[in-house]
C-alpha cells in the first residue's frame, strides 16, 4: 500500500513538472495562456463526444444534466407528482445524491440507461467525508498528522469503498479555511493555516483521484465550499463573509486553487455571500477566478439549496431570476435546489437566457461523466455488506495514532512526565461523557460508518488492563441546564420535535460526579474522556457562543482533581474548546478529535507509549471564547502588547495596547503545536544565499534558496518531530503577517539521530498579493523561524534585492 502511494505522489510530481515544462517553458509568453490543470478534462477526443452529444439534446435535455436531487429520503421533489424515476427516465436529472449501495444506483442507473431517450448516465454523489464504511479520524484530526501522505491513503481506501457503493462523486475535500473555532464546521477542515491547508488540499484530491478519473477505484472529487465559507462573521454558520480581496486571495483561496491544480473535476459553490454578493451567484469567484485564473475544467454545482436560497439573500424577485444570476455566474449544477429543473427552459425560450449558457454547464458536467467512464461503466458489481478486514483496522488505526496531539505532558509531583503510562499494571480510572462510545469516536459526517465497528476507549483500556480498569461516566456531555443547546438537541432528534418548552429532566450530575470522585480515589491514576457531541456540537448548523467544557464536565474534571490522583484529560472534540482551567492545573492532556473507527485503540497506543505522538494542532487553542477568531498568522498593530511603547507617556503604556484587559492574547496551546515522548534540538537555521535578486525568486523560476536546519533526537525514544518554518517580510507595500508557514517536514529520528532538513523558497513562498491583487515579490528583508510550533525561536534571515 505504502510503496503505492509513493509511487502515486512521485507521479503527481513528474505530471506536474511536464505540465509546467509544457506550458511555462517554451516561451514566457506561454505562461499568458490559461493553465490546464486536469488534462483529461481538456483532452481533444474527451471534449468531441461531449460535443456530438451535446448536438443531440433537446432544451429539456440538456437542463436536465442541469439537475440535481437527492433520493435519500424522499420520493420525489417536493411539489412535484413525479417521481425521481419518472424524472430521470425523462432525461430530467442529471445526478443523484445520498443514493446508497450498489443495488439502489444500478437501479437507477438502468433506468437512465435503458429508458432515457439518450443513455446518459446518472453520476452518483455524497459526503463521503472522513471514509465511507472504514472511518478514519475527521478532517481537522487528519489534518494535525500535517502528512498529506497519510491523507491520500485515507482517500483512496474512501474511493475504493465509496465505489463499490456506486459512488463516483464524493463531496470532499472541503478545504475551507476556519480561524474561529465558534463555527462548527471546523471540524471538517483543515485548520487555520493556507499552506498547510494547500499541502493538504493536494493530498485529498490525490488520493481520490489519482490523476487518472478512468481508474476503478478513483472518485471524482468536490473541493467546497467555495469559496470563504469558513469565514462566516461572528462564526455563525451560513453567515456573511466581508473581506478584502488580499485577504481572500492570500489566505482563503490557496487551499482551493492548490485543489483545482492537482485536477479536481468538480467545485461545489457555497451558502455564504462574499462581500455582498452571494457565493453561489458571483462571478468574480466563480468565473473570473475559478475558470479564467485558474484554468478550472470540470463542473460546479451548488451546495445543497443554495440557489433557491439565492432568495433569502434577496438578489431577485423570484426563482426565475435568482436561477439565471447562479446560471450565469458559473454554477452548473443545482443541488437539490429544483430551481434549474423548473425555470430555466422558458428564460432560454423567452431569449433572457441565451442557450448557449446553458450548453456550457452541460458541456463541464458532460465532460466529468465521460472521464470517469460511465458511459462504458455505468453499472457497480454489487457486493457482500461491508465487514472491516485486519487491512482496514490497521490502517484506520495506524492514521488515528498520527492525528492524536500531546497539548500538555508535565512532571507530577515526585515523578516524571504522566505520558506514557506505565505497562506494568496499575489501576486506572476512565471517567467521563466521551469514554464509552463508539458512536462518538466516527464524528460528524461519519458517512455509511456503522457504530458496531467503532472502538470507544473504554473498550481499548478494557483489553488492556482488563480488572485494573474502573468506569464511572461521571456525567452527560451536556446538562439540562442551558436550554437552547436542548432545544437544539430536541430538533436534531426527530423523535421529539422541537418546542419552545424545555422539558428535558435535568440529569443528576452532581451525585453522577460524586460516584466519579469515589472511582478516582481507588485508582492510581484518572483518565477523563471529554468533549463535545459529535453529532450535535460539531459540523454543520454547529456553532458554539461559548467554548468552554459543555455542561458540567469542567466541575466533574475539578472534582476529580480535588483527589489529588494524578489526571490525564483527554478531548474528544472537533475543535479547540477553551480549556484554560485544564491547562494550568491538569499535568497531561492530549486532543483525539474524533478518531474514528479504531479511535479507542489509537488514544490507548498512545496512552502507553506504543505509538510515539508526533500530530501538530492545526488550529490555535484559546484561552477564552472572546479571543476568537484566534490564528497564529496576525497582522503587526503600532501597539503591539508587547512592542516598544516607549514613544508613549509611561503611564499610558501599560494601557494603550492592542490587548484585552482581562486576557492574553496569545493562545493557550499555538498553532503547530504538539509535543513527543522524546525531545529534539534544533540547529541554528542556515540560508543558502544570504542575497537573492528579484529573479531568482520570480514566478516560473526555480526556489532561489534554501534554508536548511539541523534536527536531532536528544530524548531516549524514536520519534517523528514536524519541523515547520516561519517566515516574516520585515518590510512590503502591504503589511504582511507576523509570521507565515511556508515549509514543514516530518522527520523520523532514532535516539541520539540528527537529520539536515532542507526547505526551498521562492515565488510560491515568498510572494504575496499587493494592493492590485497582483502577486509580487518586493526588494525586502525576510526573517526565518525553524521550529517544532509557530512558537519557532531558531531564527536566521536573508535579502531579497
Ligand atoms: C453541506 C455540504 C454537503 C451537502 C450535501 C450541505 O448541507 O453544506 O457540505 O456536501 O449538504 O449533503
Redesign the pocket.
Known amino acids: 500500500m505504502k510503496k503505492t502511494f509513493d509511487q502515486l505522489l512521485l507521479t503527481t510530481s513528474l505530471f506536474c513538472l511536464v505540465l509546467t515544462s509544457f506550458l511555462v517553458l517554451p516561451s514566457l509568453a506561454a505562461a499568458q495562456a490559461a493553465p490546464v490543470p486536469n488534462a483529461q478534462l481538456a483532452a481533444k477526443d474527451l471534449n468531441a463526444r461531449v460535443e456530438a452529444l451535446l448536438k443531440k439534446m433537446t432544451l429539456e435535455e440538456k437542463i436536465g444534466q442541469t439537475v440535481q436531487y ?1 433520493a435519500g429520503f424522499a420520493t420525489g421533489p417536493s411539489g412535484s407528482k413525479l417521481s425521481y424515476e419518472d424524472l430521470t427516465q425523462r432525461g430530467a436529472i442529471g445526478s443523484l ?2 443514493v446508497q449501495g450498489a443495488e439502489q444506483t444500478n437501479r437507477f442507473q438502468h433506468i437512465a440507461m435503458d429508458k432515457s431517450r439518450l443513455h446518459i448516465p446518472l453520476i452518483f454523489g455524497m ?1 463521503v467525508i472522513h471514509g465511507q464504511h472504514t472511518i478514519f479520524p475527521v478532517p481537522l484530526g487528519l489534518a494535525a498528522s500535517w502528512d498529506p501522505k497519510l491523507i491520500a491513503g485515507v482517500a483512496h481506501t474512501s474511493a475504493i469503498e465509496a465505489r463499490a457503493d456506486g459512488l463516483s462523486w464524493v ?1 470532499s475535500p ?1 478545504v475551507d479555511i476556519s480561524r474561529d473555532a465558534r463555527w462548527g464546521r471546523m471540524v471538517e477542515s483543515a485548520g487555520e493555516d493556507p499552506y498547510l491547508g494547500s499541502a493538504i488540499a493536494r493530498g485529498w484530491v490525490l488520493g481520490y483521484q489519482q490523476n487518472d478519473l478512468t481508474k476503478p477505484d478513483s472518485v471524482a472529487v ?1 473541493v ?2 467555495f469559496a470563504a465559507y469558513g469565514a462566516a462573521i461572528a462564526g455563525r454558520d451560513y453567515n456573511a463573509v466581508d473581506m478584502s480581496d488580499i485577504t481572500l486571495r492570500q489566505v482563503y483561496l490557496p487551499p482551493y486553487h492548490a485543489a483545482v491544480d492537482a485536477g479536481a473535476a468538480t467545485v ?1 459553490s457555497s ?1 455564504n455571500s462574499i462581500n455582498g454578493v452571494p457565493a453561489t451567484a458571483n462571478p468574480y469567484t466563480l468565473t473570473q477566478i475559478l475558470r479564467k485564473e485558474w484554468g478550472f475544467d470540470g463542473f460546479v454545482v451548488s ?2 439549496g443554495a440557489v433557491s436560497e439565492l432568495l433569502n439573500h434577496a438578489i431577485g424577485p423570484d426563482g426565475a431570476t435568482v436561477a439565471r444570476k447562479a446560471l450565469e455566474a458559473g454554477v452548473d449544477m443545482d ?1 437539490e435546489g429544483n430551481l434549474y429543473g423548473t425555470t430555466l427552459a422558458a428564460q432560454v425560450r423567452s431569449g433572457q437566457i441565451p442557450e448557449s449558457v446553458v450548453d456550457e454547464a452541460v458541456r463541464r458536467i458532460l465532460r466529468v461523466k465521460f472521464a470517469l467512464g460511465l458511459f462504458e461503466h455505468p453499472y457497480t458489481p454489487v457486493t457482500p455488506p461491508y465487514a472491516p478486514t485486519a487491512e482496514n483496522r490497521a490502517q484506520a488505526r495506524a492514521v488515528a495514532a498520527e492525528t492524536i496531539v500531546l497539548l500538555k505532558n508535565d512532571p507530577v509531583e515526585g515523578a516524571g512526565a504522566l505520558l506514557p503510562l506505565s505497562k506494568s499494571a496499575k489501576t486506572v480510572a476512565l471517567i467521563g461523557p466521551l469514554a464509552d462510545s463508539a458512536k462518538e469516536m466516527l464524528g460528524s459526517w461519519g458517512a455509511l460508518g456503522d457504530p458496531k465497528f467503532a472502538i470507544s476507549l473504554r473498550q481499548a483500556l478494557q483489553e488492556r488492563l482488563g480488572d485494573h480498569l474502573l468506569y464511572a461516566k461521571g456525567c452527560e456531555i451536556l446538562s439540562g441546564n442551558d436550554a437552547n443547546v436542548l432545544r437544539h438537541v430536541s430538533f436534531i432528534d426527530q423523535a421529539n420535535p422541537p418546542s419552545s418548552e424545555v422539558t428535558e429532566a435535568v440529569p443528576d450530575d452532581a451525585k453522577t460526579i460524586a460516584e466519579a470522585v469515589e472511582t478516582a480515589k481507588k485508582a492510581d491514576v484518572a483518565i477523563l474522556a471529554l468533549g463535545e457531541s459529535a453529532d450535535w456540537m460539531t459540523g ?1 448548523a454547529s456553532s458554539r457562543a461559548h467554548l468552554d467544557l459543555p455542561g458540567h464536565q469542567e466541575q466533574l474534571l475539578e472534582a476529580v482533581a480535588a483527589t489529588g490522583k494524578p489526571v490525564i484529560l483527554v478531548m474528544f472534540t472537533g475543535r479547540p474548546n477553551a480549556i484554560k482551567w485544564a491547562g494550568a492545573h491538569i499535568p497531561a492532556i492530549v486532543e483525539a478529535w474524533y478518531p474514528g473507527m479504531e479511535g479507542g485503540h489509537a488514544v490507548a497506543d498512545v496512552l502507553f507509549g506504543d505509538v510515539n505522538p508526533s500530530a501538530k494542532t492545526p488550529v490555535s487553542f484559546p484561552r477564552a471564547t472572546g479571543q476568537e477568531p484566534l490564528y497564529y498568522a496576525q497582522m503587526p498593530t503600532g501597539r503591539p502588547a508587547h512592542g516598544d511603547l516607549s514613544h508613549l507617556p509611561t503611564n499610558a503604556q501599560e494601557k494603550f495596547m492592542s490587548r484585552y484587559l482581562d486576557e492574553d492574547n496569545s493562545a493557550l496551546f499555538p498553532f503547530g503545536w504538539g509535543l513527543s515522548y522524546t525531545r529534539f534540538s534544533y540547529s541554528q537555521p542556515a540560508v543558502s544565499k544570504a542575497q537573492v535578486s528579484r529573479q531568482d525568486v520570480a514566478e516560473g523560476h526555480a526556489p532561489g534558496l534554501t534554508v536548511s536546519v539541523d534536527v536531532r533526537n536528544s530524548g531516549s525514544v524514536a520519534g517523528t518531530e514536524v519541523v515547520q518554518l516561519y517566515v516574516r517580510n520585515t518590510s512590503a507595500s502591504v503589511e504582511q503577517p507576523l509570521r507565515e508557514l511556508k515549509g514543514f517536514a516530518r522527520v523520523t529520528l532514532a535516539p541520539g539521530e540528527t537529520k539536515h532538513v532542507e526547505f526551498p523558497l521562492g515565488f510560491d513562498e515568498l510572494s504575496f498579493y499587493n494592493v492590485e491583487s497582483k502577486r509580487v515579490v518586493e526588494p525586502t528583508t525576510y526573517k526565518v523561524f525553524v521550529g517544532g510550533s509557530s512558537l519557532a525561536s531558531e531564527e536566521t534571515s536573508f535579502q531579497v534585492n
Open positions: 437527492s445524491l445520498n459526503d463531496f472541503m468536490s467546497k465550499h461545489m451558502f451546495d445543497w443541488m454543520e
